[in-house]
């Protein structure tokens, strides 16, 4: 096994802490998980989507008669004949909104972007729905339309983010510098492509109400969007995604399959599925592509005297998207003169998207890329650079981190990875007739905590039911919940049931930005807690208990029992607790909120060192990915083999960016052209090659009471740059324009 | 298989009438031609085991054994299959029995959010069971035809390594074991 998990110097209370299999593995592996278009309803009807073949203009004609004469049709759906829609922006804006106005699918005849959705054929099976769609007649007016970044860069504006102000003078910084460099970095759209598509079935309830299975990762936002959308009773629409077959943020806003499957709903008054093609998963948000310009600086000693990061990123024309994406270069070393900048250029595109680790995964790259160009240019080893540059402090923030054990990264990630063996002369590596090359980056992510809520049920069997609306797209929620509450409360974890993934339960935000455990595993160690409170009172009042007379640290909950604990042999069980209760259940509901106070003076980051090795075939150009440490630095771990899996995931995803991934746009015709999967490469089990994941021991008592950080999001930051440092180290090619394809080597 | 001409008498839409045996259950069902056996699996039997990826035998998600041999479900039209065995997802199993490969994959945290699982599942043992595959760097090449977004690779691969001895095992005591166990619900 490639994974090294040791022994945190404080551990965290079992089960937390253990590699526990997933609690939902059984119904993964058996097919027994459903998701958004598993479901199933005797007036079940189908939507197929019709998608604008223009970037810009209007519909000027629909003609559908030919549509609606084929057995089965049921409806063609369009602006014409939509059911009423909110007027105001503020109804379409959801809790991952861009600024903006949003995008509001059939709305009227205007196309703002290719692909678009036009009109929607429902019929009574889902071939009927598709024949029916190539029989709708849809007339176009096109207007001219820009699509290509490179060419409208004279047309950026500032981009409505925050940065931190400037700090000293670069200028001058870089005049005492004697190594610089200046360069440029690109990176494409990469879209999501999670591996389920994007689907929503809605399901009509007797008394009117809308049960909606859709893919998302924010069920009680697709809830309240589609209330203020269609101007429906609170309380008539519950969003249920109980299995979410993968996201990485194409499930944070609601998709337009959701809001137009519900309009057919409503039109037809029957039950709706729509699922989108792999084609169309290409027709909403995706990673924006960017130009970014690195100026660094540094004295001999490889000491950073100037940085300056400016990145213009490609946005729509009715929203600015914003991520972090400049940031990073201000806060991951230590350097006094420091100055950021940000610009967007609208295009005939749709809104770009939050997608994993989104601004880190692209700006780290560029920064992280560019040290190791520092790196050559001052003749220092390139972690040398980085440990000689590192920083106890944000400074863009001017505060203390709360934890960072990045150092321990370095030393750990370099000695399983064998990096003293290194020769730094690039080509001066080689096995046979590949090419070896060795690289590293460094890679950060903010720790984050939202407010949630979670309630926790124990019932008279000694059962404990833990609910929150929070979902598990794969990260291992259900099961990262189950130790946490089973630690919390005392109990075993086979006793600990999980629901999730319900807009009918306790509010939680939505499932990005790696702050689900840190946010909705607060919430359920609090409830745990109210709820043994309560306990304590109930047995207190029991006849003749021991307990009558003692304070909460007298006792501990244990194995499913209240003991004394200067008399282990006093005891009772919880579930008998409850049935003395008089009630069949007990329970509690809290609202966690991070504690600001504490967390105020610090700043609260994740880290990671990669260390990458690639093996390129000289002649062809052909580069594989054959060993990678990646050494994680996020707090305390609940779950080991989950979180493992999630920094596989990550390393993954950064093999797909450094060398396969990029959507191509046709800019004659502004349209994304290789939308599937044998055009736009992910990688495939042939492109894997050894992964070790490394969790360091980092203490944190500042950034929630778990000290945990999340491990979704860092496991990407810094992979890509690995790969392409390690790309020069091994051809002495400096490929600054992503991803590696081999005619960029040859 | 038989044939029910439509109402209208368009050929298009008439019912055809085939026998399958599906995870151990002989079933007769009624499709017509247009219909791809992954879209009959799902939409006309409610075995939703199986997954669309792509609709495109691009992803692998819909891997299915037909007649033991593994096969992209959404490439093939259900018309086309009269008189044949599947093994779905649903019919792995031996009743609550796990098989070895499903353990293997919940031991190995082989999935994340499980969507290509079923697939990754029925790929590898139809694989098993083409005995091509000698070395880790064979189940590689020999599983890539099944994505996983969530990029589990190499737990999968650990958990294929780890059952595959049992899987062939199987295969030789009690051949052709896929495709006989357990039935849908």
Same mark, same amino acid.
């Given at each position: 096994?490639?994974?090294?998990?040791?022994?945190?110097?404080?551990?965290?209370?079992?089960?937390?802490?253990?590699?526990?299999?997933?609690?939902?593995?059984?119904?993964?592996?058996?097919?027994?998980?459903?998701?958004?278009?598993?479901?199933? +309803?005797?007036?079940?009807?189908?939507?197929?989507?019709?998608?604008?073949?223009?970037?810009?203009?209007?519909?000027?004609?629909?003609?559908?008669?030919?549509?609606?004469?084929?057995?089965?049709?049921?409806?063609?759906?369009?602006?014409?004949?939509?059911?009423?829609?909110?007027?105001?922006?503020?109804?379409?804006?959801?809790?991952?909104?861009?600024?903006?106005?949003? !995008?509001?699918?059939?709305?009227?005849?205007?196309?703002?972007?290719?692909?678009?959705?036009?009109?929607?054929?429902?019929?009574?099976?889902?071939?009927?729905?598709?024949?029916?769609?190539?029989?709708?007649?849809?007339?176009?007016?096109?207007?001219?339309?820009?699509?290509?970044?490179?060419?409208?860069?004279?047309?950026?504006?500032?981009?409505?983010?925050?940065?931190?102000?400037?700090?000293?003078?670069?200028?001058?910084?870089?005049?005492?510098?004697?190594?610089?460099?200046?360069?440029?970095?690109?990176?494409?759209?990469?879209?999501?492509?999670?591996?389920?598509?994007?689907? +929503?079935?809605?399901?009509?309830?007797?008394?009117?109400? @809308?049960?909606?299975?859709?893919?998302?990762?924010?069920?009680?936002?697709?809830?309240?969007?589609?209330?203020?959308?269609?101007?429906?009773?609170?309380?008539?629409?519950?969003?249920?995604?109980?299995?979410?077959?993968?996201?990485?943020?194409?499930?944070?806003?609601?998709?337009?399959?959701?809001?137009?499957?519900?309009?057919?709903?409503?039109?037809?008054?029957?039950?709706?599925?729509?699922? @989108?093609?792999?084609?169309?998963?290409?027709?909403?948000?995706?990673?924006?592509?960017?130009?970014?310009?690195?100026?660094?600086?540094?004295?001999?000693?490889?000491?950073?005297?100037?940085?300056?990061?400016?990145?213009?990123?490609?946005?729509?024309?009715?929203?600015?998207?914003?991520?972090?994406?400049?940031?990073?270069?201000?806060?991951?070393?230590?350097?006094?003169?420091?100055?950021?900048?940000?610009?967007?250029?609208?295009?005939?595109?749709?809104?770009?998207?939050?997608?994993?680790?989104?601004?880190?995964?692209?700006?780290?790259?560029?920064?992280?890329?560019?040290?190791?160009?520092?790196?050559?240019?001052?003749?220092?080893?390139?972690?040398?650079?980085?440990?000689?540059?590192?920083?106890?402090?944000?400074?863009?923030?001017?505060?203390?981190?709360?934890?960072?054990?990045?150092?321990?990264?370095?030393?750990?990630?370099?000695?399983?990875?064998?990096?003293?063996?290194?020769?730094?002369?690039?080509?001066?590596?080689?096995?046979?007739?590949?090419?070896?090359?060795?690289?590293?980056?460094?890679?950060?992510?903010?720790?984050?905590?939202?407010?949630?809520?979670?309630?926790?049920?124990?019932?008279?069997?000694?059962?404990?039911?833990?609910?929150?609306?929070?979902?598990?797209?794969?990260?291992?929620?259900?099961?990262?919940?189950?130790?946490?509450?089973?630690?919390?409360?005392?109990?075993?974890?086979?006793?600990?049931?999980? @629901?999730?993934?319900?807009?009918?339960?306790?509010?939680?935000?939505?499932?990005?930005? +790696?702050?689900?455990?840190?946010?909705?595993?607060?919430?359920?160690?609090?409830?745990?807690?109210?709820?043994?409170?309560?306990?304590?009172?109930?047995?207190?009042?029991?006849?003749?208990?021991?307990?009558?007379?003692?304070?909460?640290?007298?006792?501990?909950?244990?194995?499913?029992?209240?003991?004394?604990?200067?008399?282990?042999?006093?005891?009772?069980?919880?579930?008998?607790?409850?049935?003395?209760?008089?009630?069949?259940?007990?329970?509690?509901?809290?609202?966690?909120?991070?504690?600001?106070?504490?967390?105020?003076?610090?700043?609260?980051?994740?880290?990671?060192?990669?260390?990458?090795?690639?093996?390129?075939?000289?002649?062809?150009?052909?580069?594989?990915? +054959?060993?990678?440490?990646?050494?994680?630095?996020?707090?305390?771990?609940?779950?080991?083999?989950?979180?493992?899996?999630?920094?596989?995931?990550?390393?993954?995803?950064?093999?797909?960016?450094?060398?396969?991934?990029?959507?191509?746009?046709?800019?004659?015709?502004?349209?994304?052209?290789?939308?599937?999967?044998?055009?736009?490469?992910?990688?495939?089990?042939?492109?894997?090659?050894?992964?070790?994941?490394?969790?360091?021991?980092?203490?944190?008592?500042?950034?929630?009471?778990?000290?945990?950080?999340?491990?979704?999001?860092?496991?990407?930051?810094?992979?890509?740059?690995?790969?392409?440092?390690?790309?020069?180290?091994?051809?002495?090619?400096?490929?600054?324009?992503?991803?590696?394809?081999?005619?960029?080597?040859? | 298989?038989?044939?029910?001409?439509?109402?209208?008498?368009?050929?298009?839409?008439?019912?055809?009438?085939?026998?399958?045996?599906?995870?151990?259950?002989?079933?007769?069902?009624?499709?017509?031609?247009?219909?791809?056996?992954?879209?009959?699996?799902?939409?006309?039997?409610?075995?939703?085991?199986?997954?669309?990826?792509?609709?495109?035998?691009?992803?692998?998600?819909?891997?299915?054994? @037909?007649?033991?041999?593994?096969?992209?479900?959404?490439?093939?039209?259900?018309?086309?299959?009269?008189?044949?065995?599947?093994?779905?997802?649903?019919?792995?199993?031996?009743?609550?029995?796990?098989?070895?490969?499903?353990?293997?994959?919940?031991?190995?945290?082989? !999935?994340?959010?499980?969507?290509?699982?079923?697939?990754?599942?029925?790929?590898?043992?139809?694989?098993?069971?083409?005995?091509?595959?000698?070395?880790?760097?064979?189940?590689?090449?020999?599983?890539?035809?099944?994505?996983?977004?969530?990029?589990?690779?190499?737990?999968?691969?650990?958990?294929?390594?780890?059952?595959?001895?049992?899987?062939?095992?199987?295969?030789?005591?009690?051949?052709?074991?896929?495709?006989?166990?357990?039935?849908?619900?």
């Amino acid at each position: 096994m490639s994974a090294t998990v040791k022994p945190f110097s404080v551990p965290l209370e079992a089960p937390m802490g253990l590699p526990m299999d997933r609690v939902d593995g059984h119904a993964k592996v058996t097919g027994e998980a459903q998701y958004a278009a598993d479901f199933h +309803s005797a007036d079940l009807t189908y939507g197929w989507v019709i998608s604008s073949p223009i970037a810009h203009g209007r519909i000027v004609d629909i003609d559908a008669r030919a549509a609606l004469a084929l057995p089965g049709v049921l409806l063609v759906l369009s602006h014409l004949n939509r059911p009423e829609l909110a007027s105001y922006d503020e109804s379409y804006t959801d809790a991952d909104a861009a600024e903006g106005s949003p !995008f509001r699918p059939l709305y009227n005849d205007r196309i703002l972007y290719s692909g678009q959705p036009v009109a929607m054929v429902v019929a009574k099976t889902l071939e009927q729905a598709r024949m029916a769609a190539a029989q709708v007649h849809i007339e176009y007016r096109s207007e001219p339309h820009q699509t290509d970044l490179n060419a409208q860069l004279g047309q950026a504006h500032k981009a409505p983010a925050e940065l931190p102000k400037p700090r000293g003078d670069v200028s001058a910084g870089l005049a005492r510098s004697s190594a610089k460099v200046e360069v440029e970095y690109q990176t494409p759209a990469e879209h999501h492509n999670p591996m389920e598509p994007h689907a +929503s079935t809605v399901v009509m309830q007797p008394d009117g109400g @809308l049960l909606i299975y859709d893919k998302t990762q924010g069920t009680q936002n697709c809830r309240t969007y589609l209330e203020q959308v269609f101007g429906l009773e609170p309380g008539s629409v519950r969003v249920v995604a109980h299995f979410v077959g993968g996201a990485f943020g194409s499930g944070l806003r609601p998709q337009y399959q959701l809001t137009l499957a519900v309009m057919a709903a409503l039109k037809l008054n029957r039950s709706v599925r729509l699922a @989108l093609t792999r084609q169309q998963m290409f027709t909403f948000g995706y990673r924006p592509p960017t130009v970014q310009r690195l100026t660094l600086g540094s004295d001999a000693d490889g000491k950073l005297q100037a940085v300056k990061h400016q990145a213009i990123a490609q946005t729509s024309r009715f929203e600015d998207f914003t991520e972090h994406l400049v940031e990073w270069s201000g806060m991951l070393y230590h350097c006094d003169s420091v100055e950021l900048d940000y610009q967007l250029v609208p295009l005939d595109v749709f809104t770009p998207l939050d997608m994993r680790a989104p601004g880190a995964t692209s700006g780290v790259f560029a920064l992280e890329c560019a040290m190791d160009e520092l790196a050559y240019a001052a003749g220092i080893c390139p972690l040398q650079l980085r440990l000689r540059n590192y920083t106890e402090r944000n400074q863009n923030e001017d505060k203390p981190y709360s934890s960072k054990a990045l150092r321990e990264c370095y030393s750990e990630g370099a000695e399983r990875f064998g990096w003293a063996r290194r020769t730094p002369e690039p080509r001066s590596m080689r096995d046979g007739h590949e090419l070896l090359g060795w690289g590293v980056a460094t890679g950060v992510w903010e720790a984050m905590q939202q407010k949630a809520s979670a309630r926790v049920v124990l019932d008279g069997e000694g059962r404990l039911h833990v609910s929150s609306a929070t979902t598990d797209i794969g990260t291992g929620t259900y099961t990262v919940l189950t130790q946490i509450a089973a630690a919390a409360m005392g109990v075993d974890s086979d006793a600990v049931h999980v @629901l999730i993934g319900d807009s009918s339960l306790p509010t939680a935000p939505l499932q990005g930005g +790696s702050f689900t455990i840190s946010s909705v595993g607060s919430a359920v160690q609090q409830a745990c807690t109210a709820l043994q409170k309560q306990l304590l009172e109930a047995a207190q009042k029991i006849e003749d208990s021991p307990f009558a007379d003692v304070s909460r640290d007298q006792v501990v909950f244990i194995d499913g029992r209240l003991r004394l604990k200067a008399d282990p042999t006093k005891q009772l069980a919880l579930s008998e607790i409850v049935r003395s209760s008089g009630s069949g259940q007990m329970q509690a509901q809290v609202d966690a909120e991070p504690d600001s106070k504490k967390r105020e003076p610090y700043a609260t980051a994740s880290h990671s060192a990669v260390f990458v090795e690639v093996r390129v075939d000289e002649a062809l150009g052909i580069v594989r990915v +054959s060993r990678v440490v990646s050494a994680i630095a996020a707090g305390r771990v609940v779950n080991p083999k989950t979180a493992r899996s999630q920094i596989l995931g990550g390393v993954v995803w950064g093999i797909g960016m450094a060398l396969q991934e990029e959507t191509q746009m046709d800019h004659d015709l502004g349209r994304f052209m290789n939308h599937s999967f044998a055009e736009y490469h992910v990688p495939v089990h042939a492109d894997m090659g050894e992964i070790e994941v490394i969790f360091v021991d980092e203490q944190d008592t500042i950034v929630n009471a778990l000290g945990s950080k999340g491990v979704g999001e860092i496991g990407l930051v810094g992979v890509a740059a690995a790969i392409a440092n390690a790309v020069y180290h091994a051809t002495g090619k400096r490929i600054r324009q992503l991803p590696i394809t081999l005619d960029k080597l040859l | 298989m038989t044939t029910t001409p439509a109402a209208d008498g368009d050929e298009l839409f008439a019912l055809h009438t085939l026998r399958l045996n599906i995870n151990g259950e002989q079933r007769r069902i009624q499709v017509h031609a247009w219909t791809t056996l992954l879209d009959m699996l799902r939409e006309q039997l409610q075995l939703t085991g199986s997954k669309k990826g792509c609709d495109h035998g691009q992803c692998g998600a819909c891997t299915v054994l @037909l007649d033991g041999k593994r096969i992209n479900s959404c490439l093939t039209l259900a018309v086309m299959h009269d008189g044949a065995e599947l093994t779905t997802i649903e019919g792995v199993a031996d009743g609550e029995a796990l098989h070895p490969l499903q353990r293997a994959f919940i031991k190995h945290d082989a !999935f994340q959010c499980g969507y290509c699982t079923p697939g990754q599942i029925c790929s590898a043992l139809a694989m098993a069971g083409e005995n091509h595959a000698h070395s880790r760097a064979d189940i590689r090449e020999q599983m890539s035809g099944n994505l996983c977004r969530c990029g589990a690779y190499n737990n999968i691969l650990d958990a294929i390594e780890d059952a595959l001895p049992a899987c062939r095992g199987e295969l030789e005591t009690s051949a052709p074991a896929l495709g006989k166990r357990g039935s849908a619900a």
